[in-house]
């Protein structure tokens, strides 16, 4: 018989091929065309399917590799969320609404028990520590970030750089996870940070680029949408 468990590890498993396809599709198609737009929502929509099925799978059957992995879906889901709502705060005027300020939170608190986690077995003398503290080290200055954002009025095109770094943020996170799982083979914490070493500087390069793309004033005179 089929149980809850077998079911909803299935969904994740699934949804998280979808969603590593949909990522690739949403950044080798053209910024701001029809199909850019649908890559991109699909990915959003299937990485909360991703994080909801994480999270249900913890109570199912608690331990400390499901408790990382649900922490690392609240991770990675905020990125991609974040990045995705960058869009609704084109303008200056545009607050953030209070379901950014919740995501925020909640963040925040998934950040904080990855380095609670990653000082526990670092104390421990577990290598593994390595991996919870880079990950809870770069959610917590992004949570500081985005609340210091919050309280205060954007600039004209930044949320270009927020879009861009917030969606490939969360796609080094889900390739992160993936490598976790299927390449054990490298050695010792490498399947999980490799993603990171190699995404951060091509995510540097991609900002620049597209924040001279879509500069203020020039996406206007082309023509060009990026929502």
Do not use: C
Not at 150 to 168: I, N
């Amino acid at each position: 018989m089929t149980t809850v468990e077998e079911v909803t590890l299935w969904v994740h498993v699934v949804t998280g091929f979808l969603a590593l396809f949909a990522g690739v599709g949403a950044f080798a198609t053209k910024k701001g065309g029809r199909r850019h737009r649908l890559f991109g929502r699909t990915y959003v929509y299937t990485m909360a399917v991703v994080s909801g099925t994480a999270l249900v799978l913890y109570p199912l059957g608690p331990n400390f590799s499901r408790l990382f992995l649900a922490l690392v879906a609240v991770f990675s889901f905020y990125f991609a969320f974040s990045g995705y709502r960058a869009l609704s705060r084109k303008r200056p005027a545009d607050d953030p609404q209070t379901v950014d300020w919740l995501a925020v939170g909640l963040y925040g608190v998934a950040s904080l028990g990855l380095v609670a986690m990653g000082g526990s077995l670092f104390a421990a003398g577990n290598g593994f520590a390595t991996v919870l503290l880079v990950f809870g080290g770069i959610g917590v200055v992004f949570t500081v970030s985005d609340l210091r954002g919050f309280r205060r009025d954007t600039e004209p095109g930044e949320w270009v750089s927020a879009h861009v770094t917030r969606m490939g943020g969360a796609y080094v996170a889900t390739v992160s996870a993936f490598s976790a799982v299927n390449m054990d083979f490298l050695p010792s914490v490498l399947p999980w940070l490799w993603p990171t070493l190699v995404g951060t500087p091509l995510l540097v390069y991609a900002v620049g680029r597209y924040e001279r793309r879509f500069a203020p004033g020039k996406r206007e005179s082309s023509g060009e949408s990026a929502d």
